[in-house]
């Protein structure tokens, strides 16, 4: 399944800095993208979302920019902190999904974030 | 806050052997999922359930496994004869509303070891 690509399996980054998480996408049939944040012995958490209809979505010091013409979403965090050194999942939700069937979600494969103090 | 809850954390089972992981969703959800992870791969789904019914499954719900909601707090899955293949870790997941923007919440999930 090669629908959701997070191209980059780790990232490192200093505190205080930019964290720019990214992932790719190969059809258009997905009406909301959402991330994910996963610490060890932990499901994953969710942080974000933005839907089809917006190009930017903000809260706090995660912001998710969505570029539908380049099948590209990215999490922005600013600034980056310690505790936010974790696995961060991109979520897509299809299209058509509701009435009686409750959409999947489709997972990438995850980026590790590493924040150095 | 309200989490979901899963046991056990950890089950070995020899191969071919039944399995139940039991879920806890918050209680005032409505919709109930299970996806898995797969040592070193990506996060899968396996089926969605609402108002007592199954609304979606992968390719992956085989008739090995079927999903229940025996009461009114317990989600259970169950795979009747486990493969070694089958071992992953099992997220149980729910949900308020149906549809995706809101998010997921998931539980700590259950790592079973099929031997």
């Known amino acids: 399944d090669q629908q959701v690509k997070q191209n980059s399996p780790s990232l490192s980054v200093q505190e205080g800095r930019i964290s720019i998480l990214n992932c790719d996408y190969t059809?258009?049939?997905?009406?909301?993208f959402l991330w994910y944040k996963k610490y060890p012995a932990e499901g994953p958490t969710f942080l974000i979302s933005?839907?089809?209809?917006?190009d930017k979505n903000e809260d706090g010091r995660f912001t998710v920019f969505l570029n539908k013409s380049a099948k590209h979403l990215s999490l922005h965090i600013v600034p980056s902190q310690p505790g936010d050194s974790a696995v961060y999942f991109c979520?897509?939700?299809?299209?058509?999904?509701?009435?009686?069937?409750?959409?999947?979600?489709?997972f990438g494969q995850g980026t590790i974030l590493t924040v150095h103090p | 806050e309200p989490e979901v809850t899963q046991t056990p954390s950890h089950q070995v089972t020899q191969m071919g052997q039944e399995v139940i992981l039991r879920c806890v969703p918050i209680?005032?959800?409505?919709?109930f999922y299970w996806y898995r992870q797969i040592l070193g791969q990506k996060v899968e789904f396996l089926v969605s359930?609402?108002?007592?019914?199954?609304?979606?499954k992968s390719e992956i719900f085989d008739d090995q496994f079927s999903v229940e909601r025996p009461d009114g707090s317990n989600f259970t899955l169950k795979i009747r004869s486990t493969k070694l293949e089958d071992s992953a870790m099992y997220f149980c997941?729910?949900?308020?509303?149906?549809?995706?923007?809101?998010?997921?919440?998931f539980g700590s999930g259950t790592r079973l070891t099929v031997v």
């Open positions: 997941a729910s949900s308020e509303m149906g549809q995706g923007l809101y998010g997921y919440t």
């Open positions: 059809n258009s049939m997905f009406d909301y």
């Open positions: 933005i839907s089809s209809i917006k």
């Open positions: 979520a897509l939700y299809p299209t058509n999904a509701g009435g009686t069937s409750y959409g999947k979600l489709t």
């Open positions: 209680s005032n959800h409505l919709y």
């Open positions: 359930f609402y108002n007592n019914e199954i609304s979606e």
